[in-house]
C-alpha cells in the first residue's frame, strides 16, 4: 500500500501505483528501470524528482504519459492521470489528454519543433486545436507565451523560423508551446537545465505560477537538487529505479535521511567542479535483488543492507526513507 504519502484532502491528479517497467533485451536479461514505484501528486503541488543519470526518470515520465519507449515494458503496477488509467485509454482519447491537460517538455528542442512553421503559427496551432479561440485570439496568446517565456521582441519573434533561434530561445518556445494550453499537469524533464540560470528562474516561476494560480500540478525532473529548493513542494529522490526518499521540501533540506541525499546534498553545497563529477557518476548498483541497491556506495552498510531489501516507510519526521539505518535526529 502507498501509505507512506501524506494525505491530501483533494484527490490527488496523478496516482502511481506499484510500478514496474523493465527494457526487455534479446541478448540479456530484462534490464529493470523503474521498481515500485508509488507517487501521488495533488492539484496544485509541484514536485521535484531528482536522481543521476541512469535512475530512471525519464522512464517515470514516459511511463505517465503512457508512452514507454520500447524495448520497454510495464510488467505492473497502475497508472492514474484525473482518475483515469492512461494505458487502458484508446490511441484518440489518449492523444486528446497529451497536450491538452498533460504536457511534457524535454531538452532537445530542435527535435520537437516544426522547421517550417514559424514560431507563431507553431503556438497558435496548438492552441487552436485544444480550444475554440480564432486565428487572432491564438496569435495574441502565441505572443503572450513568448513574453510569459522571457523571449526577447517577443513580436518579431512570432515571424521567426526555429533555425532563426538560438538553442536557448528554442528551449523556451518549446516551453511556451507546452504551457500555452494550460495543462494541468507538467512534467518537465530536464528542460531548463540548458538554459542560462537566470532564465531557468525565471520558466521556473512562470511554471511556479501556472501551479499556484490554477491548481494545476507539475513534475520537475533534474539531476540538479538545489534548483528544487526554491520550486518544488516536495522532493522525491530516485535511486537505481526506486524512490528513496519523499519529504516536503523545507523538512527534506533540513533534515535529509537517506545516506544517498546526503550525498548528493554534499556533492552540491561544494564547487561546481564536484557538481559536474556527481551528474557524471556511474551508478554501482547491487545486482542482488536482495539487498539495499545503494549498499555498494554507502558508508553506513551494515550486513543487514546486503541481506535485506529496504521499504519505503515513515520517520519520525515525516519523510518517507528507504533505508534500513536512515540519519535521524
Ligand atoms: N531504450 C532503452 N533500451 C534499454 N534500456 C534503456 C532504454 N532507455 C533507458 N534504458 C535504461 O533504463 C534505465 C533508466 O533510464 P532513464 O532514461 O529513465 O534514466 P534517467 O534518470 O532519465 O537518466 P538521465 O538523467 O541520463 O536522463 C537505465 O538503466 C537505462 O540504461
Ligand atoms: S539500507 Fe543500508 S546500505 Fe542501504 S542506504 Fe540504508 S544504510 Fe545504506
Ligand atoms: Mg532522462
Avoid at 497508472?79 to 489518449?94: K, T
Avoid at 518549446?174 to 531548463?192: M, Q, R
Avoid at 545516506?259 to 546534498?265: A, C, E, G, K, N
Wanted: proline share 6%; net charge neutral; with cysteine.
Amino acid at each position: 500500500m502507498a501509505d507512506f504519502q501524506p494525505a491530501t484532502e483533494t484527490a490527488p491528479l496523478l496516482r502511481v501505483e506499484h510500478l514496474r517497467v523493465s527494457y526487455q533485451s534479446f541478448e540479456s536479461a530484462a534490464v529493470p528501470a523503474l521498481r515500485d514505484i508509488d507517487l501521488t501528486i495533488a492539484p496544485g503541488e509541484m514536485v521535484g524528482l531528482v536522481g543521476e543519470s541512469g535512475a530512471g526518470k525519464t522512464t517515470l515520465a514516459r511511463s505517465i504519459m503512457g508512452l514507454v519507449p520500447r524495448p520497454g515494458r510495464i510488467d505492473s503496477g497502475r497508472i492514474e492521470f484525473r482518475g483515469q488509467v492512461m494505458a487502458e485509454l484508446p490511441d484518440e482519447e489518449r492523444r486528446a489528454i497529451l497536450g491538452r491537460h498533460l504536457a511534457m517538455v524535454i531538452p532537445n528542442p530542435r527535435s520537437e519543433l516544426n522547421p517550417v512553421l514559424t514560431v507563431g503559427q507553431q503556438i497558435s496551432n496548438v492552441v487552436r486545436a485544444h480550444s475554440k479561440l480564432g486565428a487572432a485570439e491564438a496569435r495574441q496568446t502565441a505572443l503572450r507565451m513568448l513574453e510569459a517565456v522571457r523571449i526577447p521582441d517577443p513580436g518579431r519573434r512570432l515571424n521567426a523560423y526555429p533555425h532563426e533561434l538560438s538553442g536557448g530561445m528554442a528551449q523556451r518556445v518549446v516551453i511556451a508551446v507546452a504551457l500555452a494550453c494550460e495543462p494541468s499537469f507538467v512534467i518537465s524533464d530536464d528542460a531548463t537545465s540548458g538554459l542560462d540560470v537566470t532564465v531557468q528562474a525565471q520558466v521556473l516561476e512562470l511554471l511556479q505560477d501556472m501551479v499556484r494560480s490554477r491548481g494545476a500540478s507539475a513534475l520537475f525532473i533534474t539531476r540538479d537538487i538545489a534548483i528544487t529548493a526554491h520550486f518544488c513542494d516536495r522532493i522525491a529522490i530516485i535511486y537505481a529505479g526506486e524512490i528513496v526518499e519523499i519529504a516536503d521540501t523545507a523538512a527534506f533540506f533540513d533534515r535529509p535521511a537517506h545516506p544517498y541525499s546526503i550525498m548528493l546534498l554534499a556533492a552540491f553545497s561544494h564547487s561546481g567542479d564536484l557538481r559536474r563529477r556527481w551528474t557524471r557518476t556511474e551508478i554501482a548498483v547491487n545486482g542482488s535483488a536482495a539487498g539495499c541497491a545503494f549498499a555498494p556506495r554507502c558508508v553506513r552498510r551494515q550486513p543487514r543492507c546486503e541481506a535485506e531489501h529496504p521499504a519505503l516507510r515513515t520517520t519520525h519526521s515525516g519523510h518517507a526513507v528507504r533505508c534500513h539505518f536512515p540519519v535521524e535526529g
